[in-house]
């Protein structure tokens, strides 16, 4: 079995800043914040973190941790501003001097091709309804293939497809704010082709590193033991997941989704599925939380006919349920339902509402001969979430499925997209005033977890056998 991998994932939108340096285009994110409303009170990632610049500060962050890869991503617009045409070198050094220096620490630079900063000069041309956005997509996934190609020690072509169709083009909650149904689906196809033509191009190269697509599937479990519960149960999560992972499979679309949704008619062209079935060497998946549904009435606008069930869980500051074993569930039944090689969980994590405090001077913390800091952040909330996570993980690896890293979102609280700085994911507290970055207590226990002392077997001598 291939040692587990532990690792911690940002986004170039969240973290970044230095909006303008270098050359970097706009975004639809750049644009979306702008637009009034769009994003809780104003904010926008034109400082966020100030990882463009601070990324050496970042870096020895990931060091203290011990993590065995980052998970990041590349800012498109710093690539190629308009979204096509030749790069700018200026984004391609930055990106190289950050693989360089994490491969000089041990670290596996883990890139994600597209993390949702579709460059505006190709939303102004339609964006993802259209299908020239998957072009420029592989054409730009073929840039970095060429110029990263020797550094990047895994690859993910697209982070959560759904998202940037649903929500964006959909229900108009992220950039670039569209809502038209229809052309979520569209969306969703194109970025599925995108992600093939990409993976074509990679191919093509002949390059060795791992490489995949980030989905956020939704598994939500029936409310009741009901067979209509457990119906609604598969159709509440079929736009999130068969949606995505039939085609990738080779299964064409999911025609029983499709069917309930009039507007849904995916722009297949001859070859299309083909490319999007392209074998791939792993899957991510993004995992927060797990609803519980129930068979509800169908009506307008609700021709799924299930509703969300009340839940008595804890939740995050996110308002999301709290539900480890749904990640055990999920994984087992992902991986039963498509021959899933290998399977990588490349986001999971909680926002509180974290306050630091200060540290007493010399008060033995952090618990090692790590300089102390003057602020202490106690989240013990997140601690429990990660550790019930990352248990989880590994329970669904030992019941046999191919369940091979776990990256914890985020190593620095960031810019939550719609809602601003106001949730905090972050291993590290953020002060977005002064980029002061102070490890949370969740640091220090990742950082155990990550060294085997948290989740792992009990120490030699204690283990029982013969
Ligand atoms: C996921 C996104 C990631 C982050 C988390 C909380 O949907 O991929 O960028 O915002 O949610």
């Known amino acids: 079995m291939r040692p587990f991998l532990w690792g911690a994932a940002t986004a170039a939108y969240q973290v970044e800043g230095s909006a303008?340096?270098?050359?970097?285009?706009?975004?639809?994110?750049?644009?979306f914040c702008r637009r009034p409303g769009a994003v809780l009170g104003g904010m926008t990632g034109d400082l966020a973190c100030d990882s463009y610049r601070r990324w050496p500060e970042d870096l020895e962050l990931l060091k203290r941790l011990g993590v065995g890869s980052y998970r990041f991503s590349v800012a498109w617009p710093r690539i190629q501003a308009?979204?096509?045409g030749r790069p700018l070198q200026a984004g391609l050094d930055h990106y190289r001097r950050l693989c360089e220096a994490l491969l000089e620490a041990g670290i596996e630079p883990a890139a994600t091709i597209y993390h949702w900063d579709l460059p505006s000069a190709l939303e102004a041309a339609g964006g993802w309804p259209e299908r020239d956005t998957a072009r420029r997509l592989a054409d730009y996934a073929d840039i970095l293939f060429g110029a990263l190609g020797d550094l990047v020690g895994r690859w993910f072509t697209v982070n959560e497809p759904w998202c940037a169709a649903f929500l964006g083009y959909g229900q108009g909650l992220h950039a670039p704010g569209r809502r038209d149904e229809g052309e979520a689906y569209r969306a969703a196809h194109h970025l599925l082709l995108g992600h093939g033509l990409a993976l074509r191009a990679y191919r093509a190269r002949g390059l060795a590193a791992p490489i995949g697509i980030v989905l956020n599937p939704s598994t939500p479990r029936p409310a009741t033991a009901r067979a209509e519960d457990a119906?609604?149960?598969?159709?509440?999560?079929?736009?999130?997941?068969?949606?995505f992972l039939d085609p990738l499979y080779g299964r064409g679309y999911p025609?029983?989704?499709?069917?309930?949704?009039?507007?849904?008619?995916p722009p297949v062209e001859e070859g299309d599925l083909e490319l999007i079935a392209g074998p791939c060497d792993m899957l991510g998946i993004n995992y927060y939380d797990e609803d519980a549904v129930e068979a509800a009435p169908a009506g307008p606008g609700r021709l799924e006919a299930w509703r969300k069930a009340p839940s008595w869980r804890e939740k995050t500051d996110m308002g999301w349920d709290i539900v480890p074993e749904g990640l055990y569930r999920q994984i087992m039944a992902l991986?039963?339902?498509?021959?899933?090689?290998?399977?990588?969980?490349?986001?999971?994590?909680?926002?509180?509402?974290?306050?630091?405090?200060?540290?007493?001077?010399?008060?033995?913390?952090?618990?090692?001969?790590?300089?102390?800091?003057?602020?202490r952040v106690r989240d013990r909330g997140r601690i429990e979430y990660l550790r019930s996570h990352a248990a989880a993980c590994l329970r669904a690896r030992a019941d046999g499925a191919p369940v091979e890293g776990y990256y914890a979102w985020s190593l620095l609280d960031n810019f939550e997209w719609s809602l601003g700085y106001s949730k905090r994911f972050g291993l590290v507290y953020v002060d977005f005033a002064s980029g002061e970055r102070i490890p949370k207590d969740s640091f220090w226990f990742?950082?155990?977890?990550?060294?085997g002392q948290e989740l792992g077997a009990p120490p030699a001598g204690l283990s029982g056998g013969s």
């Open 82 to 84: 308009e979204g096509s």
């Open 446 to 451: 990742y950082r155990d977890l990550v060294a």
């Open 255 to 265: 025609e029983a989704h499709l069917a309930l949704h009039p507007a849904a008619r």
């Open 20 to 31: 303008g340096a270098e050359g970097r285009g706009s975004s639809i994110w750049d644009e």
């Open 335 to 375: 991986t039963r339902r498509w021959p899933i090689g290998a399977l990588y969980v490349t986001e999971n994590g909680a926002a509180f509402r974290d306050e630091p405090e200060p540290a007493p001077p010399a008060g033995g913390f952090p618990p090692s001969a790590e300089p102390g800091p003057a602020f």
């Open 231 to 243: 119906a609604a149960a598969e159709r509440a999560g079929a736009q999130r997941t068969a949606l």
